[in-house]
């Protein structure tokens, strides 16, 4: 199996109320799961393959919550990617070559790969994403509804299989109309660093 390794940073928002019960075990907020997550690699390879500056994301759709099942995703591709980097990225991101996405494939089928243009900014409460017209991710700080103050919560995971830490904004827009479709405004969206690595 290819030995890989990414440093980057994730971008990820969902259905759920801001912080997601999900981080801890808990039920989904509104009983089902929608989101997903988009990654930036700043630094990264499968075996010789450089995957620096590259992006990928996973956009899925669960009944209930994560765990039990039954969900289906969509992984989308940077479409900059020349053929082997293409082809690493695919593996990362459908769980062949082990990492997160491997456990997370037990709890969805995999139903479509596509390629498209991405275009990701990350900074902080005024990251967003745009991925062809398949997503589209804005972000905006999570306000304390008496004095209307910007905050940016953190939320903790020493044991997190996708980060150990990240910070907590509101989703302003969060569009995903690509085989599976769904539409929030105000829900859970979070950014933090990542450092994966396969098998």
Same mark, same amino acid.
């Given at each position: 199996? *290819?030995?890989?390794?990414?440093?980057?940073?994730?971008?990820?928002?969902?259905?759920?109320?801001?912080?997601?019960?999900?981080?801890?075990? $808990?039920?989904?907020?509104?009983?089902?799961?929608?989101?997903?997550? +988009?990654?930036?690699?700043?630094?990264?390879?499968?075996?010789?393959?450089?995957?620096?500056?590259?992006?990928? *994301?996973?956009? $899925?759709?669960?009944?209930?919550?994560?765990?039990?099942?039954?969900?289906?995703?969509?992984?989308?591709?940077?479409?900059?990617?020349?053929?082997?980097?293409?082809?690493?990225?695919?593996?990362?991101? *459908?769980?062949?070559?082990?990492?997160?996405?491997? +456990?997370?494939?037990?709890?969805?089928?995999?139903?479509?790969?596509?390629? $498209?243009?991405?275009? +990701?900014?990350?900074?902080?409460?005024?990251?967003?994403?745009?991925?062809?017209?398949?997503?589209?991710?804005?972000?905006?700080?999570?306000?304390?509804?008496?004095?209307?103050?910007?905050?940016s919560p953190m939320v903790v995971?020493?044991?997190?299989?996708?980060?150990?830490?990240?910070?907590?904004?509101?989703?302003? +827009?969060?569009?995903?109309?690509?085989?599976?479709?769904?539409?929030?405004?105000?829900?859970?969206?979070?950014?933090?660093?990542?450092?994966?690595?396969?098998?």
């Open positions: 199996m *290819a030995t890989w390794w990414i440093k980057g940073n994730i971008v990820q928002s969902c259905n759920c109320a801001w912080g997601c019960p999900c981080n801890f075990q $808990a039920r989904p907020t509104r009983g089902d799961c929608e989101g997903g997550w +988009v990654m930036h690699i700043e630094q990264g390879r499968l075996d010789d393959v450089d995957l620096a500056g590259l992006n990928f *994301a996973i956009m $899925a759709d669960w009944p209930g919550a994560i765990h039990e099942g039954g969900g289906k995703a969509i992984l989308l591709i940077d479409e900059r990617g020349d053929k082997q980097q293409r082809e690493a990225l695919r593996k990362i991101g *459908a769980g062949e070559v082990g990492g997160p996405f491997a +456990v997370f494939l037990n709890t969805y089928s995999l139903k479509n790969t596509s390629y $498209a243009p991405f275009e +990701v900014h990350i900074d902080g409460p005024r990251s967003h994403v745009r991925i062809g017209s398949a997503v589209e991710l804005e972000l905006e700080s999570i306000r304390n509804p008496v004095t209307g103050a910007e905050l995971l020493p044991q997190g299989m996708l980060y150990n830490e990240s910070v907590r904004y509101s989703s302003k +827009v969060f569009r995903v109309s690509d085989g599976i479709a769904y539409q929030y405004s105000g829900t859970d969206a979070a950014v933090a660093p990542i450092n994966w690595r396969g098998p």
